[in-house]
């Protein structure tokens, strides 16, 4: 396991299960630890679906065994397994029995566990102010110790996983310098533990989708190429599709649409199940490029699918943007009524944004509608609207959204000076 031979180990391990179940002899802690293993092993491969029964055998075994170890290692896999299928609800339950149970742990460490899963449970529901306070006061108490028994016990370094949500939190709070460095800090954490699956979780959740939402393509283009060295030299097919998908949004920001949808498409078929908890950005690029690609009610259709999984899952934190995209594809698609439909998605957004404290959405959405009042001769409101929110910012000016932020900014004292 600890090699990141996840198939090969899950193999030995179906076998061990088999040849124990046939023997005459029960041994219920040897199963548990089995169940446990197989659990971890089953995470990252392409059978991640099979993951909660495994979880689930081991938590019942613990319980009964009143194992407390192997219950807060299952705990927190179900936690994994359910966040990945976008359960955040369920999720969120298990973090607070997390917390429950790691409190009477005396390891001080260990009682951070439930801090992080509650952090990121929060984060995706999408309310970012509460995922902020949980991760920073497991950045603030973590104790510095050795990362291998937590690598063993939970297949990942915790402290990385603890800076990923901080840097992504960070971003979605109109922080993307900062959110940057939180990321390029994980990724170094992740190399000096020097384990496989560590790093890829930094690269894939936080370094590749933060460089490309700052429209850092040169970062972007550095860190996809990591994640999918280290993802197929280690036989990691779930982070193996992911960069790919990565590397199609790269040729669809750098404008090559015809080499990057098919790209794009092809990870997240490969994905299946597994599309659900990522970074939002790289997941509307495809409604947005089959938009750009003249494809829009294709586009539409996307759109909507992915704003009826949010509803259906409460899996929140991208709603705004999502929101945003439909304005935007609604404005494409034109019509009669297309103007009044995409203001009123993207005040929709603005409001979304505004509530769950996510500034770089609201000023996606305002810099939305503060475009479409320009075109309708309102350049005035459209001013009024956008400058609040971009005055909000205290760095990132050199990103690409506040970049074009200014741009547009600058044209409306323009046209103001010309009259």
Same mark, same amino acid.
């Given at each position: 396991? /600890?090699?990141? @031979?996840?198939? !090969? ?13 046939? %023997? ?7 199963? $548990? ?12 491969? +392409? ?7 495994? #979880? ?25 397994? &359910? ?21 009477? #742990?005396?390891?001080?460490? =260990? ?16 309310? /970012? ?6 991760? !920073? ?12 028994? &937590?690598?063993?016990?939970? /297949?990942? =370094? ?63 283009? &550095? ?15 779930? #982070? ?54 003249? /494809? ?7 759109? !909507? ?15 705004? !943007? ?38 770089? #959405? ?12 320009? =075109?309708? %001769?309102?350049?005035?409101?459209? $001013? ?17 959204? @506040? ?7 600058? +044209? ?8």
């Amino acid at each position: 396991m /600890q090699l990141s @031979l996840l198939e !090969e180990c899950r193999g030995r391990l179906e076998k061990a299960l088999a040849a124990l179940r046939a %023997g005459a002899n029960e041994d219920a802690r040897t199963e $548990m630890k089995l169940h446990a293993a197989l659990a971890a092993s089953l995470r990252y491969t +392409s059978a991640i679906s099979e993951t909660g029964a495994a #979880w689930t055998n081991t938590l019942v075994i613990a319980e009964r065994l009143e194992d407390p170890e192997y219950q807060l290692r299952a705990l927190w896999g179900l936690w994994l397994f &359910h966040t990945t299928g976008a359960r955040h609800r369920v999720a969120l339950g298990l973090a607070q029995r997390l917390c429950t149970l790691a409190e009477r #742990w005396p390891d001080p460490s =260990d009682r951070l566990i439930g801090e992080r899963a509650m952090s990121v449970s929060q984060h995706y529901l999408g309310d /970012q102010s509460k995922a902020r306070c949980h991760i !920073e006061r497991v950045l603030a108490d973590a104790v510095i110790a050795d990362a291998k028994p &937590h690598l063993i016990r939970f /297949q990942i =370094d915790l402290g990385v996983m603890a800076r990923v949500f901080f840097a992504r939190i960070l971003w979605l709070q109109g922080f993307p310098d900062a959110a940057m460095r939180a990321a390029e800090r994980s990724v170094e954490d992740a190399r000096a533990a020097n384990h496989a699956i560590s790093l890829c979780y930094a690269l894939f959740l936080a370094a590749c989708p933060i460089a490309l939402s700052n429209g850092d393509l040169v970062a972007a283009e &550095h860190y996809v190429s990591m994640l999918l060295d280290h993802s197929t030299r280690f036989a990691l097919t779930f #982070w193996a599709a992911r960069g790919r998908s990565y590397q199609g949004a790269i040729s669809i920001e750098r404008g090559d649409i015809g080499n990057g949808l098919p790209l794009l498409r092809a990870g997240f078929d490969q994905l299946g199940e597994a599309r659900s908890a990522v970074f939002g950005r790289i997941e509307l690029l495809l409604p947005e490029a089959l938009g750009r690609a003249g /494809q829009i009610a294709e586009g539409l259709t996307a759109i !909507e699918q992915a704003i009826n999984h949010s509803e259906n899952t409460e899996e929140r934190w991208m709603v705004a !943007e999502m929101l945003r995209v439909k304005g935007e594809l609604l404005l494409l698609q034109g019509g009669p009524t297309a103007a009044a439909a995409a203001e009123d998605h993207f005040r929709q957004a603005l409001d979304w944004a505004a509530r769950q404290g996510a500034l770089s #959405w609201e000023l996606r959405a305002a810099m939305s509608l503060a475009g479409l009042l320009r =075109d309708q %001769g309102r350049s005035a409101d459209a $001013m009024t609207l956008l400058q609040p929110v971009y005055d909000r910012f205290t760095e990132g000016f050199d990103t690409a959204d @506040l970049t074009k932020a200014k741009l547009l900014l600058d +044209s409306f004292s323009l046209r103001r000076r010309v009259r």
